[in-house]
């Protein structure tokens, strides 16, 4: 099994002990709409989702659906397992049962087991590096300013994206835009942002006129942006996180990783602009470009070659070193 050494360092270090992966059932209670209870009973796999789960996690499901039933009828482990598959945005706490959870996103105090997120499946992720790698130019074309479009996604009270979208209002070279409306109607979020409708612009901005800018912001939605930042960091262009939620994380969310973008607030952002546009700090902004290139490419050259593969290595590990670790108790 072929995982490079950064994706093999991400899964050593996560915990696959201490959880009850051979249970039935009967052992679970069906609470979160998010969740799906996978048994494999020697010979067959049966999945027991929540009867109000959402299209959404129906969908992610289906994606997930060849890569589980791959790794147990090539495996075929003699026993009988469970576990559950965490398909939402994000678990708040652990299972009280001690039944494994293995999930896209958790908060950073549960003991969840990560997988990288769901762009990665459906292949969002893979399309947006090699709109990276096809569309992008020297940072020095770029234009003197930064770029930020996305929809108003998180919570309506204090929402980082309108905010931010809001403080960039009438500043030359800097493209802020909420380009839909979600989690509410128009109404409701004027009614917490009377001038909202200034910020608000529906044509989807690419990749493409994204990577014009110097300065690419990443602004977290209901928990963590899921594909934004890779792409981000993978560009000639310097990366602000503005606010970043580190009650989150997600498998890619590397100490290695934080070195290679910024972090702001909204209302010191200009402070860290300045910083990157003034011309004597370019060797710093180009260093720090290369070295996020060159780890990203470490990470996901052989995403980007067989995503397939890349992906069934990560499960069939972590499926492996969870059978491991409880056969050996």
Same mark, same amino acid.
């Given at each position: 099994m072929n995982i490079n050494?950064?994706?093999?360092?991400?899964?050593?270090?996560?915990?696959?002990?201490?959880?009850?992966?051979?249970c039935q059932v009967s052992d679970y209670d069906?609470?979160?709409?998010?969740?799906?209870?996978i048994y494999y009973d020697k010979h067959r796999l049966h999945f027991f989702g929540h009867k109000e789960a959402s299209y959404v996690i129906k969908v992610r499901l289906n994606i997930m659906l060849s890569y589980i039933q791959s790794y147990f009828y090539t495996r075929k482990p003699n026993a009988q397992i469970g576990f559950i598959l965490g398909l939402g945005d994000s678990d708040e706490k652990s299972n009280s049962k001690n039944i494994p959870i293995i999930s896209f996103t958790k908060k950073s105090n549960i003991n969840n087991i990560l997988i990288p997120n769901v762009d990665f499946f459906t292949g969002t992720i893979h399309t947006h590096l090699t709109d990276v790698n096809r569309y992008d130019i020297d940072f020095n074309s770029k234009i003197d300013g930064s770029c930020f479009a996305g929809s108003s996604t998180g919570l309506m009270n204090g929402n980082k994206r309108v905010r931010y979208c809001l403080s960039r209002l009438n500043k030359n070279n800097h493209l802020a835009k909420i380009t839909g409306i979600t989690q509410g109607t128009l109404g409701e979020w004027q009614s917490v942002f009377p001038d909202i409708e200034s910020i608000i612009d529906n044509n989807y901005c690419t990749i493409q006129?994204?990577?014009?800018?110097?300065?690419?912001?990443?602004?977290?939605?209901?928990?963590?942006?899921?594909?934004?930042?890779?792409?981000?960091?993978?560009?000639?262009?310097?990366?602000?996180?503005?606010?970043?939620?580190?009650?989150?994380?997600?498998?890619?969310?590397?100490?290695?990783?934080?070195?290679?973008?910024?972090?702001?607030?909204?209302?010191?952002?200009?402070?860290?602009?300045?910083?990157?546009?003034?011309?004597?700090?370019?060797?710093?902004?180009?260093?720090?470009?290369? $070295?996020?290139?060159?780890?990203?490419?470490?990470?996901? $050259?052989?995403?980007?070659l067989n995503k397939e593969q890349f992906l069934s290595n990560i499960l069939v590990y972590v499926l492996d070193r969870l059978i491991e670790s409880n056969n050996n108790e």
């Open positions: 050494p950064t994706v093999l360092s991400i899964l050593h270090n996560q915990d696959y002990s201490n959880f009850n992966i051979h069906f609470e979160n709409p998010e969740h799906v209870f006129n994204q990577l014009h800018y110097k300065i690419v912001a990443n602004i977290d939605g209901n928990t963590l942006c899921y594909s934004r930042l890779y792409w981000q960091i993978l560009s000639n262009s310097a990366v602000v996180y503005i606010e970043p939620d580190t009650t989150y994380t997600q498998f890619f969310d590397t100490d290695e990783l934080s070195k290679f973008y910024f972090i702001s607030s909204i209302e010191e952002v200009d402070n860290v602009y300045n910083y990157i546009l003034d011309n004597n700090n370019r060797d710093i902004i180009n260093k720090m470009n290369l $070295d996020g290139q060159k780890y990203l490419k470490d990470c996901f $050259d052989g995403y980007l």
